[in-house]
């Protein structure tokens, strides 16, 4: 059977180019994309999502929604910082029509327990946003928690957060549900920092993408391009934009891109380090290591993964 594949986004434009590189697979099959807040609140992140679907011509994919803020708070607003880096639409203030088609009727927490039903371990999770949903999952449902495989976007193990010193973004969100996640799993691969910061994307690359002249072209080059210009004011000293979210889906297709090490992974929910990703000194002698984070990555490697299937994919799009 084809593995398949779920992504969890808060489309956002590195979100946006991790479902890109999700279309461009043909080693998965994309069985849904569920929607969380983040980078935008929960209802942009469907709209963006459903647009960039129909763009690339794949409408079959249905798209659901998950909780619009973590369960420790009432509400969530976009932090000021998201709206620079990704656009106050998420996609880098790049205009792509809405989509024709609804999101699906069906929750997002019901998708992904009723797809770890279904699938059990022939089914990898991608989450690339807060762990919300992914936590609303496991407390639903002893299936999931027991079953769901999870490659996660989040964290930051050997280098400092890009939020607080502490804490990435991703984690930032919902601490508690990112910890009851690495508590409660016990498979989960997780793609921080310590190797995302290590996959840079430059115009260079755009450039090309550009030149090919199609709408699926345009579009992945004007939301990168704004991406990497707001990395010139955060993050000069990296000289291109990461590649955070794209990592992620391409480690869960293809492991042999990182390099893990086993650890039994929390999250500090209290104080000046909540947020912070690290072993959990109490499973520190549990032989069974429930989480595997990526250390290392063979960065030319993904790269050249990377533009390749997102070039494959944007050609095959009209000409504009
Ligand atoms: C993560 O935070 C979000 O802004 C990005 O989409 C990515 O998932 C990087 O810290
Ligand atoms: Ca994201």
């Not at 607003?77 to 809405?98: L, R, T």
């Not at 039903?117 to 449902?141: C, N, Q, R």
Request: hydrophobic share 45%; aromatic share 6%; proline share 4%.
């Amino acid at each position: 059977m084809t593995p398949k594949l779920i992504l969890d986004l808060d489309t956002g434009i590195d979100d946006a180019l991790a479902l890109a590189y999700a279309l461009a697979s043909p080693e998965v099959e994309l069985i849904g994309v569920t929607c969380t807040y983040g980078n935008v609140v929960v209802e942009q992140s469907v709209r963006n999502t459903l647009a960039i679907l129909e763009l690339f011509g794949r409408t079959d994919v249905p798209v659901f929604e998950g909780p619009g803020h973590a369960r420790a708070k009432d509400s969530f607003e976009v932090q000021e910082i998201s709206a620079f880096i990704h656009g106050q639409n998420g996609i880098g203030e790049v205009e792509i029509p809405d989509a024709a088609r609804q999101v699906e009727q069906t929750s997002a927490v019901d998708f992904l327990v009723d797809s770890v039903h279904k699938y059990g371990d022939e089914l990898v999770i991608v989450p690339t946003g807060p762990s919300t949903t992914i936590a609303a999952a496991i407390e639903a449902s002893n299936v999931f928690r027991d079953g769901a495989q999870i490659v996660m976007m989040g964290g930051a193990l050997t280098v400092p957060g890009n939020v607080t010193a502490w804490s990435e973004a991703n984690i930032h969100q919902d601490p508690e549900a990112t910890d009851l996640m690495f508590r409660s799993l016990r498979n989960v691969t997780m793609i921080g920092l310590d190797v995302t910061l290590q996959t840079l994307l430059t115009t260079a690359e755009t450039t090309k993408w550009a030149e090919l002249g199609t709408a699926g072209g345009a579009f992945l080059a004007d939301i990168t391009n704004y991406y990497i210009d707001a990395y010139k004011t955060t993050s000069p000293h990296l000289g291109g934009c990461g590649l955070h979210d794209p990592l992620a889906v391409a480690a869960a297709i293809n492991p042999g891109l990182v390099d893990t090490l086993g650890v039994n992974m929390k999250v500090d929910t209290e104080g000046e380090t909540r947020g912070r990703t690290i072993g959990d000194e109490a499973r520190l002698n549990d032989p069974d290591k429930h989480a595997a984070v990526a250390v290392r990555v063979d960065t030319t490697g993904f790269l050249l993964e990377f533009m390749h299937r997102l070039s494959v994919l944007a050609q095959a799009t009209p000409v504009v």
